[in-house]
């Protein structure tokens, strides 16, 4: 049996860069995480109430939620080149059919947005193998409608 020999000063043993590295790599994984719940939530409160003011010549509703939540993630640092991004009903009746906000059947109804985003598009410099293959997030809004009169 031959004795362990001592790392040389300044040096670190290889299961401890592992560790490290591997603490980098689940906190970008969490940042995006928490990123994308983030947009969710704004794109969430945009498509529950009646928005029609807010949107392009020719845009949807729906289009423009997608959109706000790519450019939210976009502006945060995600690459969405790759972002799946769907609106679909909450209800177990039709759930996960598409949801179109403005249906004005809908008003009332539960509703899903989910975003996924494949793990490698936000850890692009890593040398560890991609733990996960996709970063998903997704919140149930209902859709309400009000009116508001002078």
């Known amino acids: ?3 362990s020999t001592p790392n040389k000063p300044g040096t670190l043993p290889l299961g401890t860069v592992a560790i490290i590295l591997g603490l980098l790599q689940s906190g970008t994984g969490f940042s995006a995480s928490q990123q994308m719940y983030s947009a969710l939530r704004q794109a969430g409160r ?3 109430q009646d928005s029609s003011e807010l949107l392009a010549q020719g845009q949807s509703i729906n289009q423009k939620v997608v959109a706000d939540i790519k450019n939210q993630l976009s502006a945060s640092g995600i690459n969405v080149t790759n ?3 769907t609106i679909t009903h909450a209800d ?3 759930s996960g059919t598409a949801f179109d906000l403005s249906d004005s059947n809908n008003d009332m109804k539960y509703f899903r947005i989910q975003v996924t985003i494949p793990f490698a ?3 692009e ?3 560890l193998p991609n733990p996960v293959t996709n970063v998903s997030a997704s919140i149930v809004f209902r859709k309400g409608k009000s009116t508001l009169t002078d």
């Open 46 to 48: 945009l498509a529950t």
């Open 92 to 94: 177990t009746s039709n």
């Open 83 to 85: 972002a799946t991004i």
């Open 121 to 123: 598009d936000l850890n």
């Open 1 to 3: 049996m031959q004795p």
């Open 125 to 127: 410099n890593t040398i």
